[in-house]
């Protein structure tokens, strides 16, 4: 398993973990408390080839825009210019709030299980959701709003039959449809 690593901007602890050396990033952000991504992230990273960095959550409270904060903050320790950044449930509002903080830095944006929270897309980046067709936590209609703000750019993909925590029991299901919409094989 990889090491977390530890980095601490002005006194701020955020973990994270990187995985694989492709060509082009990937930033996952998972929910706060449990790490849903870890299995989906390692499989993209050492089968499908690609670049992973995994951003976890130091303690005490922060806000969303802190949370972005932090999270470019470790974009930018890494070097990394562009990334696609995303997040299941709060990971992905954190991964919204980050991309409409700085569109310029991201190639699109990956959402697993939306959250029905007013943070509006920003143009011209595309955007995959994946969302499990049985999610009582991140209904399916938070996805369905949200694709239809920006239906020429936002793409959703349904694991049927899954709950909230669809990247974990449907591993395979969800790295498929990662792996295929950014098509890196």
Avoid: C
Wanted: net charge negative.
């Amino acid at each position: 398993m990889t090491d977390i690593q530890t980095f601490e901007p002005e006194g701020r602890a955020i973990p994270y973990v990187v995985e694989g050396e492709g060509p082009v990033p990937l930033v996952l952000i998972a929910e706060p408390g449990q790490d849903a991504l870890g299995v989906v992230g390692h499989y993209l990273a050492e089968e499908a080839g690609f670049h992973i960095i995994r951003i976890g959550y130091g303690p005490g409270e922060r806000s969303l825009d802190e949370r972005a904060d932090d999270v470019m903050a470790v974009i930018d320790h890494l070097g990394l210019d562009h990334t696609w950044i995303g997040g299941h449930g709060f990971g992905g509002t954190v991964a919204r709030t980050t991309v409409a903080a700085h569109p310029d830095r991201a190639n699109g944006l990956l959402l697993l299980g939306v959250e029905d929270v007013d943070i509006p897309l920003p143009p011209v980046i595309p955007v995959l959701i994946v969302q499990a067709t049985d999610d009582a936590v991140t209904p399916v209609a938070n996805a369905e709003a949200l694709q239809a703000t920006a239906p020429e750019r936002a793409t959703i993909r349904s694991v049927a039959g899954a709950g909230h925590l669809f990247p974990l029991t449907h591993i395979m299901d969800t790295a498929v449809f990662i792996e295929e919409y950014l098509d890196w094989d």
